[in-house]
């Protein structure tokens, strides 16, 4: 067998935590110089597998095989030590740091026991350099974008001189131009002889840069193909172990009459003059590149920000001083961008967090009535098919899609007119995807306004009636024919304008 | 390079270097009060300086705790046990050196603080419980039959030599006590931002996941911090033992506030991570000044210090959460949006 | 079935389970005191324990609006110094309205009562006020600047003085600390006020909607807000109780100091109703607690002071520190257990992967 093929190789890996078990014997290898992409739905364990060969768990079996060499990493250090690097999901940064420190930190430059700040500085400045990176080294993580904070990591990575290059998800939160930012550095490094493993859920990262694949599902290992040999229906099928038919079953309905109405919402800094109209029956999606004011603009609506001038119609009549607690009031929902943290109290069950927003149909007077509250979540779970063994179960416990759902529950059982749905899909698995496009259709058909904002574009143009494209706070483009729409015309519409 | 030299807004500058508008008010206050009692800054600035002294030291360990995102409540009870132990042990005459006086207090106030992180980290208790409860049984440990079996420690029960230690050597026309304070802080200063392991406790306070994952041993330099801070309590013990020559159950209680609250005054964020030593000293000059200066002008009654650190403290954090909004608005009107 | 299960696990019966234990040593070294010789007659039986409460549950109410705290996951460390500034005020507020009468005078004295109150949930507004407001501050920092705050307006009314008043009126105040008799047992006043508080606040926060609502703040209150909930509305409101709690707490305090009034009477109190809320399941996480937990914690405490200082004759400060420890265990015993029981269930879970990878080679 010819082991100096692979830089490296990971066999037989296994790993328990208490009550379930993460990764089930799995393998893995990697040559240098090629970009080896590792996909699988949520839970499938490819964050637990780039932790043990990082370090920060330490494998219950098998063995990592290094330039031919076993090795055991015992901690981060270790593996930094052997040229590994990784950048993770959530940009690992420290955000009150400067970006020289956080370059270097763990392997500062020195002189006896102190830090050379001079030279740290310097050094930062000619790594961000080399990957056309503008920044300055002595401003604070916090202060920069999401994308650049990910080059910030990639210089970290360079500065460990790493051989091999874990990006986990690194795409998740840029936006397109961003992101192909990125792919042009991957490849220059992988030129560069650098071994890189890629995780990502975005089909556009597998087919653009990937040499290999290799996919797991449920903590085991399914199989490992030359990008050549697969393709995306393929991929999927492995992912989620069944043949997904229909990925977006959209209805046709009947347009009803104007639900929300939005004349020149303004809000310095954020969003100027938006004009947006919702119709009964109608799913319109709202696109635009990360950072475009999107969130920030329905934000303003639900009443959770102020916006500074404008006017919002609801049914046709006038709001002033909204909250949420009045538009919800009002028939207007909305299912938040991260559900963990705005969507869902996850240390409770799935019953007190659909009754939460509700409480006041589950009370006889001041007090709760368990009876009725059980009622209405029993007939949420049903109608949205989430999977759990009873309403008891603690949200935490659910896998992102059934997450998702139970947020959409507390938004239903408000019986709202319209909903907004911010990145519904976002970190839902394959499976659960479909399952949330169908009850998006279903709502539609009975006569909700929708108002879909998304930033992946199959979604967008596949599931909307209309949609607004945002740039740079502005609404640059409305369409309202999607059909024979293509990803490039969305595209041109968010790309900011040179000035 | 290509960076281009752009003028930057005032407030930006006053939010980046929080320790600015405090000076500001220093010098104002100082105006006041000299404009009020004339020659006050001549005579009395030593004074201040010596009254500072003992929490400008307990002001460096908070600063340790506070930039990993922990408090420690407990130090002002360590400075009463510390000195109270090493007072007990100097009145027997197991002791007799300053110096090992000095070593002792570091000691025992280490052991308490390194119980203290223990507790925090690896027991995952919240640290405002675990130094509430320690202040709690350090304090009553104190008038135990086999501790003091008394409230107090007497002057009698000290050396002269360790009396006169701080207050009656000087170097320079400042008294060791003052150097003493100097000295902590250089060293907790230098630590901080030139040592790695100094720069991991701004890693940890900053981002504890990403530290994990970066191999930054988070529970070691939790107890670590946790162990700086009851050094300086300890010290501090010793420190007020030498200059009051006498210490007591009750000594120093509800002090810490007053070290928190100097730390919070020189810009900590107490949510962690960020803090510099520098605005620390200036919070902590600032409460010893308006401790000092405040009675002196004669308004109101005696007590009316409490009343002036207590607005002035509200007004302080206040106004920085304003100038930081501001500076928000400015720049989201500058985006052209 | 289900229920009890349920029962035996939780917090509330652990303290009870506690309780017994703490009341059974003290039974015993109450026994063998009296067989030793050491003590003439029996000390610890349930009759003299509740007439000696009395102190204990000076701190109950404050506890009661430190729950509330809590359990949005805020804290609020001013709730001694609230308590300080109402009784300053009532006693500035006394003084100038019957300051030389002989005989004092009801009027001024009810007048005065409804001013410390006020006071207390003026304090507790302003508290509030900031906390929503300014919400890049945290609420310890908010509370620590407005403690000093209240602190320093003590100050300023009446200095270093200390208010003492000798008139009949004032000290009927001292009939709040007298003992209640029914039959044999003499019940200090303040248990029956406080129980009975704390069925409203039982009620509140364990069965309606709005109780409910101040554990959905303290779990995610982000998420709460985008339920519908009126975060805001509810912490001010919150707060105000706190306040309003500690001004109760200060007219019993100035009843049991001999009717006189000192600007640091209830200095470093709150550390006391942390405690107590603490033991009962509440964490500064927020999202947890309940007031039966809260109302055996203080007899707890209680017990523990009473049995200490009694039968053991331990001084004053033993008691704060098993006060102490009690707390730390309290919260220490929990997450050392849990530790224990993932290290066991990923024990079991590597033995039977063994087990089955063993078969497979095989």
């Known amino acids: 067998m010819p082991g100096s093929e692979y830089i490296l190789e990971m066999n037989g890996i296994t790993k328990i935590f208490p009550g379930v078990k993460a990764l089930d014997n799995v393998h893995f290898n990697l040559k240098a110089g090629e970009i080896h992409v590792l996909v699988g739905e949520n839970g499938a364990g490819k964050s637990t597998f780039i932790k043990t060969l990082t370090g920060v768990h330490q494998p219950d079996g098998g063995e990592i095989i290094l330039n031919g060499e076993k090795v055991v990493m015992t901690d981060p250090i270790t593996a930094q030590e052997r040229g590994i690097a990784a950048i993770y999901q959530h940009a690992a940064s420290y955000p009150d740091l400067s970006v020289a420190e956080n370059i270097f930190i763990g392997h500062e430059f020195k002189i006896g026991p102190f830090i050379d700040w001079p030279k740290m500085n310097r050094e930062a400045k000619k790594l961000l350099d080399s990957i056309d990176a503008n920044l300055s080294p002595t401003a604070s993580v916090g202060s920069l974008t999401v994308g650049q904070q990910q080059l910030v990591e990639i210089a970290k990575a360079l500065s460990m001189d790493a051989r091999i290059l874990i990006m986990d998800e690194p795409t998740a939160s840029l936006s397109q131009r961003e992101a192909e930012d990125l792919y042009t550095i991957a490849r220059r490094l992988r030129d560069k002889g650098v071994g890189i493993i890629l995780i990502s859920h975005r089909f556009e990262d597998i087919f653009g840069l990937a040499d290999r694949v290799t996919v797991f599902r449920d903590a085991q290992y399914i199989g490992t193909w030359q990008l050549s040999e697969v393709d995306q229906p393929f991929l999927v099928h492995h992912m989620v172990g069944r043949e997904i038919t229909q990925l977006f079953p959209k209805k046709q309905t009947q347009v009803g009459k104007e639900l929300l109405k939005l004349e020149n919402l303004s809000r310095t800094g954020f969003y100027r003059d938006i004009n947006m109209t919702v119709r009964a029956g109608e799913i319109v999606g709202l696109t635009g590149l990360v950072g475009a004011g999107r969130t920030e603009v329905m934000e303003s609506v639900f009443g959770v920000t102020k916006p500074d001038s404008g006017k919002i119609y609801f049914k046709g009549e006038e709001v002033h001083d909204q909250t949420p607690t009045q538009m919800m009031a009002r028939g207007l929902g909305m299912l938040p961008e991260n559900r963990q943290k705005e969507g869902l109290l996850l240390s409770w069950s799935i019953n007190h967090n659909i009754s939460l927003s509700v409480l006041d149909k589950c009370q006889n007077g001041m007090f709760i009535n368990r009876g009725k509250e059980y009622e209405l979540s029993g007939k949420m779970k049903e109608l949205l098919a989430i999977k759990a063994p009873t309403t008891d179960t603690h949200t935490g416990a659910l896998s992102g899609g059934n997450q998702q759902k139970v947020v959409v529950a507390k938004q239903l059982a408000a019986e709202p007119q319209v909903i907004i749905l911010d990145e519904p899909t976002k970190g839902v698995d394959v499976g659960s995807k479909a399952a949330i496009y169908e009850i998006m259709s279903d709502l539609a058909s009975q006569g909700l306004g929708i108002l879909m904002i998304s930033s992946e574009l199959p979604e967008v143009i596949n599931m909307s009636d209309r949609i607004y494209v945002m740039s740079e706070g502005k609404v640059t483009r409305e369409f309202t024919d999607t059909k024979g729409l293509t990803q490039d015309d969305i595209l041109h519409a968010a790309m900011p304008q040179k000035q | ?337 | ?362």
């Not at chain 3, 100050?155 to 009949?168: A, Q, R, S, V």
């Open chain 3, 1 to 362: 079935m289900q229920k009890v299960k349920s029962f035996l696990k939780s917090w509330e019966f652990f303290l009870i389970l506690l309780l017994v234990v703490m009341c059974a040593v003290f039974k015993v070294a109450d026994s063998v005191n009296v067989a030793s010789g050491v003590s003439r007659k029996s000390v610890f039986y349930f009759a003299n324990v509740l007439r000696s409460m009395r102190p204990y549950f000076l701190y109950s109410f404050m506890t009661l609006g430190m729950m509330l705290i809590l359990a949005m996951g805020d804290i609020d460390i001013s709730v001694g110094a609230i308590g300080t500034l109402s009784v300053v005020t009532l006693g500035v507020v006394y003084n100038k309205l019957a300051g030389g009468a002989e005989e004092g005078s009801p009027m001024a004295l009810v007048a005065a009562l409804a001013v410390c109150l006020l006071v207390g949930a003026l304090c507790g507004a302003l508290n509030g006020f900031l906390v929503t407001r300014f919400k890049e501050l945290f609420p310890m920092i908010i509370t620590l600047a407005t403690q000093l705050f209240f602190r320093g307006f003590s100050y300023l009314l009446i200095g270093g003085e200390t208010l003492t008043f000798k008139d009949p009126t004032f000290k009927s105040l001292s009939n709040l600390n007298q003992l209640l008799k029914i039959g044999e047992l003499q019940i200090p006043i303040s248990i029956p006020i406080y129980l009975a508080l704390a069925v409203v606040f039982y009620i509140w926060l364990h069965q309606t909607g709005n109780g409910r609502k101040i554990f959905a703040i303290g779990t995610n209150s982000a998420a709460t807000y985008y339920s519908g909930v009126r975060v805001d509305r509810i912490k001010f409101w919150c707060f105000v109780i706190a306040g309003f709690m500690s001004a109760v707490t200060g007219i019993f305090f100035v009843g049991n100091s001999s009717s006189s009034v000192k600007a640091d009477i209830m200095d470093g109190y709150h550390m006391y109703a942390i405690a107590a809320a603490v033991l009962g399941g509440f964490s500064t996480d927020g999202g947890k607690g309940s007031v039966i937990g809260a109302t055996i914690s203080l007899v707890i405490f209680g017990v523990v002071k009473f049995g200490l200082g009694n039968i053991f004759s331990f001084p004053d400060s033993a008691v704060n520190l098993s006060v102490g420890v009690i707390l730390i265990l309290s919260v220490l015993g929990p997450n050392l257990l849990e530790d224990a029981q993932n290290r066991r269930k990923v024990r079991l879970r590597r033995a039977e992967t063994a087990k089955l990878n063993a078969a497979k080679a095989a």
């Open chain 2, 1 to 337: 390079m290509q960076t281009k030299k752009e003028r930057k807004p005032i407030y930006s500058i006053l939010i980046e270097h929080r320790e600015i508008p405090l000076l500001a008010v220093l010098a104002l206050l100082l105006i006041a009060v000299s404009l009020r009692v004339p020659g006050y800054l001549g005579n009395s600035w030593l004074n201040v300086l010596k009254n500072g002294s003992i929490n400008m030291v307990l002001c460096c360990g908070m600063l340790c705790v506070l930039l990993i995102g922990s408090i420690d409540i407990s130090i002002t009870a360590i400075l009463a046990f510390a000195g109270a132990v090493a007072g007990k042990l100097m009145g027997d005459g197991a002791v007799q050196s300053t110096i090992v006086m000095f070593l002792l207090g570091i000691g025992i106030g280490a052991v308490i603080g390194a119980l203290n992180g223990v507790l925090m980290s690896y027991g995952r208790v919240i640290a405002l419980i675990v130094t509430l409860s320690t202040s709690y049984i350090v304090r009553a440990l104190i008038p135990m039959d086999w501790l003091l079996g008394m409230n107090k420690i007497n002057p009698t029960q000290l050396t002269q030599a360790f009396k006169d230690s701080l207050i009656n050597h000087s170097f320079l026309g400042l008294p060791f006590l003052v150097w003493l304070a100097v000295l902590v802080v250089v060293i907790t200063g230098v630590f901080l931002k030139y040592t790695r392991t100094g720069r991991n406790l701004y890693a940890v306070g900053s981002n504890a996941e990403a530290a994990q994952m970066r191999g930054v041993p988070i529970n070691r330099i939790r107890v670590l911090a946790h162990t700086i801070c009851g050094a300086t309590a300890g010290l501090a013990g010793i420190m007020w033992l030498a200059f009051y020559a006498a210490i007591e159950k009750g000594s120093a209680l509800g002090d810490e506030m007053f070290t928190i609250a100097a730390c919070v005054l020189g810009g900590v964020a107490v949510t962690g991570g960020y803090g510099k030593i520098s605005g620390v000293v200036i919070g902590a000059l600032m409460i010893a000044f308006i401790d000092h200066a405040i009675p002196q002008m004669g308004i109101g009654n005696s007590m009316i210090t409490e009343f002036i650190k207590g607005i002035l403290l509200l007004v302080a954090i206040l106004l920085n959460v304003i100038l930081q909004r501001v500076a928000e608005k400015q720049d989201l009107a500058r985006r052209n949006i």
